[in-house]
């Protein structure tokens, strides 16, 4: 028994030295295969396992003494001694009943040999192999008439060896399942990556769709800002032509060129009103000047998307100047702006985030109202705040305000896109937009950024 036993030790050894030596699953369980035909002085044998593509069905992976072209068959689950001890796992000895049975599945050696052995086959084992309780595949060697059949000893001296072959071809199998997961992440993962990308992309050209749509609707209140100056100082021009033409006809007189008395002319008068006509064409023109300074100011088209300091106070009041036809029939604008510290960002971005709470203000004024404009900042952040004293919101209006394409404005009046737009933006920065509002009392928002940005992920890891 001792010997028994130190014998099957041995083996067991030699299997686990061949599992890890073999290149690869095939031959390892090919060398498995051979080494227990062998031990247990087989002529044939063969090793099927559980499909993993089809779980129903055993694919022969290894085999001793078969014709060709056998390796890489199937055998379905249930079927033949192969598939019945799999699905029952339980062990099958047979003696000397192989050719009585006229079973073509009752010999493991003919169903893998597909046909008679060269000689009888008188004896055969087949071993179910499982890893606790779970299919795994099944095992089975032959001998033939001229030697010693096999007893229920060889069934119980070979469980703990099937049992290796089991746990090798479990192993493979989770090696397998792992790979297949790893390549299913990967393509999951570029996915995403590509999703990533398609969705910036889609942000990006919101963005530009709604600076575009914004401009599209500040342009004529633009224009008719500028349009003002210009008109009057238009206007000048012709009053001061006439004054120049008369000057120009008493200069003609006295310089003895003229025909007849002398033109009639208040000169004390042009001496008043000509300075007075020229300022206020000065003025025009620094306001048309402004007006285009402003405009640049906020689209920012000399600059690059560079992150740079900037006053915050200077680009909010540089968008009030563009979006004042918005509001100045609407609101009183009341500032009560503190000076801040210059901020890493983008201006131009900003200006449009400034641009939307401004004119959502004014749109949020039924009649006449207020629009309060105020700044801060602490050690850590510096925050602007547009407030208005109009409708306001309910709650559940707040809870979706900064979904894409919701809008409470008529059809035609807005993309829904502004406070979307606007709070991305914010969150490039690395800031918030905080809300406080109520129906009937008005709507503040509040736009904190820190005055320090921190390194973007990608640069930390660099």
């Given amino acids: 028994m001792e010997a028994n036993s130190a014998a099957a030790l041995s083996l067991v050894e030699e299997l686990h030295e ?72 339980e062990p099958m000895l047979i003696n000397g009943e192989l050719e009585r049975t006229g079973d073509d599945h009752a010999a493991p050696e003919r169903e893998a040999r597909g046909g008679r052995s060269k000689g009888r086959p008188r004896s055969a084992i087949c071993w179910p192999l499982a890893i606790k309780n779970r299919r795994v595949g099944a095992l089975a060697m032959n001998r033939l008439a001229d030697d010693k059949p096999f007893t229920e000893l060889d069934v119980q001296r070979g469980r703990s060896l099937v049992t290796l072959v089991a746990l090798v071809v479990d192993n493979a199998n989770l090696h397998a399942e792992q790979l297949d997961r790893i390549e299913r992440l990967s393509q999951l993962n570029e996915d995403m990556r590509a999703m990533n990308a398609q969705l910036q992309a889609t942000q990006q050209q919101l963005m530009q769709s709604e600076k575009m749509a914004s401009i599209g609707q500040l342009a004529a209140g633009v224009a008719h800002e500028i349009n003002n100056p210009v008109g009057y100082v238009y206007s000048n021009l012709g009053t001061l032509q006439g004054y120049v033409g008369e000057l120009l006809a008493v200069v003609r007189h006295l310089r003895g060129k003229g025909d007849g008395p002398g033109p009639n002319c208040d000169v004390e008068y042009l001496e008043e009103d000509i300075p007075d006509l020229i300022s206020e064409t000065r003025e025009g023109l620094d306001r048309v000047k402004k007006i ?154 509040r736009v904190v950024l820190p005055r320090v940005r921190a390194e973007p992920a990608e640069a930390t890891h660099a």
């Fill in 292 to 445: 285009v300074q402003d405009l640049k100011d906020f689209s920012r088209v000399d600059a690059s998307d560079d992150w740079e300091p900037a006053n915050l106070v200077k680009g909010l009041e540089s968008t009030l100047n563009i979006v004042q036809n918005e509001i100045r029939y609407k609101a009183t604008v009341v500032r009560e702006l503190q000076p801040l510290p210059e901020v890493p960002c983008l201006p131009t971005q900003l200006n449009q985030v400034f641009m939307n709470l401004l004119v959502n203000a004014a749109q949020a004024i039924p009649d006449k109202g207020t629009i309060t404009l105020r700044s801060g900042c602490d050690d850590r952040n510096v925050w602007i705040e547009v407030g208005d004293d109009g409708c306001g919101m309910s709650t559940e209006v707040q809870g979706r305000i900064f979904e894409p394409f919701f809008t409470t404005k008529p059809v035609g009046k807005g993309t829904g896109l502004g406070l979307s737009v606007s709070y991305s933006i914010v969150r490039k920065h690395q800031g918030t937009i905080e809300l406080d509002s109520a129906p009937g009392r008005g709507t503040t928002f």
């Fill in 18 to 89: 061949l599992s890890r030596d073999a290149d690869g699953e095939s031959q390892a369980l090919q060398a498995m295969l051979s080494q227990i035909v062998r031990s247990f002085g087989a002529q044939s044998g063969s090793l099927a396992v559980i499909d993993r593509a089809q779980p129903a069905q055993l694919r022969i992976v290894a085999g001793i003494d078969l014709p060709a072209g056998v390796i890489g068959q199937t055998v379905a689950l249930g079927a033949g001694v192969l598939g019945k001890v799999a699905q029952s796992g």
